[in-house]
């Protein structure tokens, strides 16, 4: 049957797709068989209706895939940490407010003991920048937006 994905817990992998039929089916992670590309809502998929749920999801070749959509921009983010990122500016952009304040707390400490603490967190900042500015869209969102990683 042909259906859509019409949600999916990135942490878990259960979802509801819709049917040609107007039903809704829950699936299960191992349930999504071919490409890992069609786990996110929107995906036109063909499966097998076994009750209540959908078994081996495919997605549909023939149809039009939609685009993603991000949240947060990772160029944004990396030049935040480019250019402010001895303050924590990338981590309070994504979020990450302990992290952001960790930063600022050190750099802050590191002004009274010779530069040397602010040094290493502006190159912790530095490193960040250029991981998120080499990374796909799709890396990015999945790492730092649904995988919820503060450091690195």
């Known amino acids: 049957m042909k259906g859509q994905i019409l949600h999916i817990d ?5 979802g509801v797709v819709t049917g040609a039929d107007g ?20 995906v036109a998929v063909d499966f097998q209706p076994r009750g ?14 939609p ?3 991000y949240g947060k921009s990772r160029m ?6 480019l250019f402010f990122g001895s303050v924590g500016a990338h981590k309070f952009y994504l979020g ?5 304040l960790i930063m600022l707390a050190v750099t802050a400490l590191g ?6 603490p602010s040094g290493v967190v502006w190159l912790i900042a530095f490193v960040e920048g250029v991981i998120y ?4 869209d799709e890396q990015f969102h999945d790492t730092y937006e649904l995988g919820e990683r503060d450091w690195f």
């Open 76 to 81: 944004v983010a990396g030049l935040l940490a």
């Open 23 to 42: 039903r809704r089916y829950a699936f299960a992670a191992e349930d999504l068989l071919g490409s890992g590309q069609i786990a996110r809502p929107g």
């Open 111 to 116: 002004w009274l003991l010779f530069f040397i």
């Open 10 to 14: 990135p942490r878990t992998g259960e």
């Open 52 to 65: 209540e749920r959908a078994a081996e999801i495919y997605p549909d070749p023939g149809a039009p895939q």
């Open 67 to 69: 685009a993603r959509h």
């Open 133 to 136: 500015l080499t990374r796909t």
């Open 96 to 100: 990450y407010n302990r992290a952001g």
